[in-house]
């Protein structure tokens, strides 16, 4: 995968969360982001991922099948008999509830929960 002169920004009118961020990661290779705190590295990570597009420059050779986590998850909610336990994020906005395929919100692929069948 390659990003190329990649910028970032969230409002059309704010300010540049990345600027000319330039990376490669070929297939197999593991690569760490380090930083502090807000320079851009879940930004740039979720450029990667598919679930942001950059307002400049390009994301080429993203493999077809990526793995993305948010950093928050939704707050758990209480279980009911009506509606058995699982996982705080299933049924979140963008997240399907387990046994149902979907599509996590601006992904570039599908998924479905394991022990779904799929």
Known sequence: MLLEDVWLRYHRRGPWVLRAAQARIEPGEVAVVLGRNGVGKSSLLQLAAGVLRPGRGRVVDRPRH??????????????????????????????????????????PSGWAWPGSGA
């Open 66 to 107: 990526i793995g993305w986590v948010p950093e928050r998850f939704p707050p758990p909610t209480s279980p009911s008999p009506s509606r058995p336990t699982s996982p705080r994020w299933a049924g979140s906005p963008g997240c399907p509830g387990p046994g149902r395929r979907g599509r996590p919100t601006g992904g």
